[in-house]
């Protein structure tokens, strides 16, 4: 029987022969002048001290170790997993690439449950996909019932868990729920950007049960690697062999491999928990101030690395912080989010410095 992906996918991508790079086609020899580079290396400035010097070649034109790095990182936390894991230029392309594979432009709609990442619709707009709105309900969960009746009409649902900006993770069961009620008709998309921040077990181990399952995580948040620009997509093979038609030739570059590599190592694994729980424990301290504030109504519970917080006259409380040098993110625009402000969490001084700021506004 053809799988769900297959089932899906628009013709055009089906047709597709993935970019035959040169390092896709490879081959064998000592003289390597297939790829138009330069033989040898340049030499610009101490950057590339200690770096592997090869960067007058192409990358691999998919760096599967450092996806079997991520892949046994997840592992470790929920057993051995039948997907496979494909290194991306941050989440953001993992969401980009899910929707020009699967989604008919000018005809198909993604389903998105805000208020939730902003990325989801723009990409979408951005391909002429239309987005289906399923606000979450009060307690910022899914509305469930309305989800399951857009269902048949939408190749992607995009779940966010924790979810940015509201904090909290999706209940597991609602997943299970969903997973199953879109098993003929869409594949289920969990964002899980800050999972090493949440208490919740991963959706990956729904994975081995839900083929259509797919799972978009990142070295941005946790990690503390924003700026290598490297997230992983991991879903079943069925899913990734059409991932693998669409890709960029080259997307990941070498140095981003190689830190993200260190990065995976047990020493980098241990660092990245212990500075996660630290994290923790500051955000915790944080939230217990916040609410001895005056100008706070409501301090949103967090599995994240950032605090939503409902301030009485938010926005006198945002322009105060900013004449502070302190920036913070603005989230009234969102229906659900009236007097509402973000904070990320940095260390214990920061965040003691804008308490201390938020203490001097009358
Ligand atoms: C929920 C969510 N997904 C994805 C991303 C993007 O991650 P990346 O930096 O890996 O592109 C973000 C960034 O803020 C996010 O909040």
Same mark, same amino acid.
């Not at 504030?293 to 938010?314: A, P």
């Given at each position: 029987?053809?799988?769900?992906?297959?089932?899906?996918?628009?013709?055009?991508?089906?047709?597709?022969?993935?970019?035959?790079? $040169?390092?896709?086609?490879? &081959?064998?020899?000592? /003289?390597?002048?297939?790829?138009?580079?330069?033989?040898?290396?340049?030499?610009?400035?101490?950057?590339? #001290?200690?770096?592997?010097?090869?960067?007058?070649?192409?990358?691999?034109?998919?760096?599967?170790?450092?996806?079997?790095?991520?892949?046994?990182?997840? #592992?470790?936390?929920? &057993?051995?997993?039948?997907?496979?894991?494909?290194?991306?230029? &941050?989440?953001?392309?993992?969401?980009?690439?899910?929707?020009?594979?699967?989604?008919?432009?000018?005809?198909?709609?993604?389903?998105?449950?805000?208020?939730?990442? @902003?990325?989801?619709?723009?990409?979408?707009?951005?391909?002429?996909?239309?987005?289906?709105?399923?606000?979450?309900?009060?307690?910022? #969960?899914?509305?469930?019932?309305?989800?399951?009746?857009?269902?048949?009409?939408?190749?992607?649902?995009?779940?966010?868990?924790?979810?940015?900006?509201?904090?909290?993770?999706?209940?597991?069961?609602?997943?299970?729920?969903?997973?199953?009620?879109?098993?003929?008709?869409?594949?289920?998309?969990?964002?899980?950007?800050?999972?090493?921040?949440?208490?919740?077990?991963?959706?990956?181990?729904?994975?081995?049960?839900?083929?259509? /399952?797919?799972?978009?995580?990142? /070295?941005?948040?946790?990690?503390?690697?924003?700026?290598?620009?490297? @997230?992983?997509?991991?879903?079943?093979?069925?899913?990734?062999?059409?991932?693998?038609?669409?890709?960029?030739?080259?997307?990941?570059?070498?140095?981003? $491999?190689?830190?993200?590599?260190?990065?995976?190592?047990?020493?980098?694994?241990?660092?990245?928990?212990?500075?996660?729980?630290?994290?923790?424990?500051?955000?915790?301290?944080?939230?217990? #101030?916040?609410?001895?504030?005056?100008?706070?109504?409501?301090?949103? &519970?967090?599995?994240?690395?950032?605090?939503?917080?409902?301030?009485?006259?938010?926005?006198?409380?945002?322009?105060?912080?900013?004449?502070?040098?302190?920036?913070?993110?603005?989230?009234?625009?969102?229906?659900?989010?009236?007097?509402?402000?973000?904070?990320?969490?940095?260390?214990?001084?920061?965040?003691?410095?804008?308490?201390?700021? /938020?203490?001097?506004?009358?």
């Amino acid at each position: 029987m053809q799988s769900l992906a297959a089932q899906l996918v628009p013709k055009a991508v089906e047709k597709l022969v993935p970019y035959q790079s $040169a390092r896709r086609i490879g &081959g064998q020899g000592h /003289l390597w002048l297939n790829a138009n580079e330069l033989e040898q290396s340049a030499h610009y400035g101490d950057f590339q #001290q200690g770096s592997n010097d090869h960067y007058n070649r192409y990358p691999d034109f998919l760096p599967h170790d450092t996806a079997q790095a991520y892949l046994e990182y997840c #592992q470790q936390s929920v &057993g051995k997993l039948d997907c496979e894991a494909v290194a991306v230029r &941050g989440a953001d392309e993992a969401i980009d690439l899910l929707i020009r594979t699967f989604c008919h432009p000018g005809k198909d709609q993604i389903i998105i449950c805000p208020p939730t990442y @902003g990325m989801y619709e723009f990409c979408a707009d951005s391909f002429s996909v239309n987005t289906c709105k399923i606000p979450l309900l009060a307690d910022f #969960q899914l509305d469930v019932e309305q989800i399951k009746e857009q269902l048949p009409n939408s190749p992607l649902l995009f779940l966010c868990s924790p979810n940015n900006p509201t904090g909290n993770s999706i209940h597991e069961a609602d997943i299970v729920t969903l997973l199953e009620a879109s098993k003929d008709s869409t594949l289920v998309v969990v964002d899980e950007a800050y999972i090493e921040f949440s208490s919740q077990q991963s959706a990956l181990c729904l994975m081995n049960k839900y083929p259509h /399952l797919v799972v978009i995580r990142t /070295l941005s948040k946790a990690f503390g690697l924003a700026a290598i620009r490297c @997230g992983f997509l991991l879903a079943d093979s069925s899913v990734m062999t059409y991932i693998n038609r669409l890709i960029a030739p080259y997307p990941i570059a070498d140095p981003t $491999a190689e830190i993200a590599l260190k990065a995976l190592s047990n020493t980098g694994l241990e660092l990245m928990q212990k500075q996660t729980n630290q994290l923790i424990q500051v955000r915790e301290w944080f939230k217990s #101030q916040l609410m001895l504030l005056d100008s706070v109504q409501h301090v949103f &519970g967090s599995e994240t690395n950032f605090v939503l917080i409902r301030f009485k006259g938010h926005l006198e409380t945002y322009q105060h912080l900013i004449k502070k040098g302190i920036v913070t993110r603005d989230q009234a625009h969102e229906p659900a989010l009236q007097d509402c402000v973000r904070i990320s969490i940095g260390s214990k001084e920061s965040m003691l410095e804008t308490l201390n700021a /938020l203490k001097t506004l009358n």
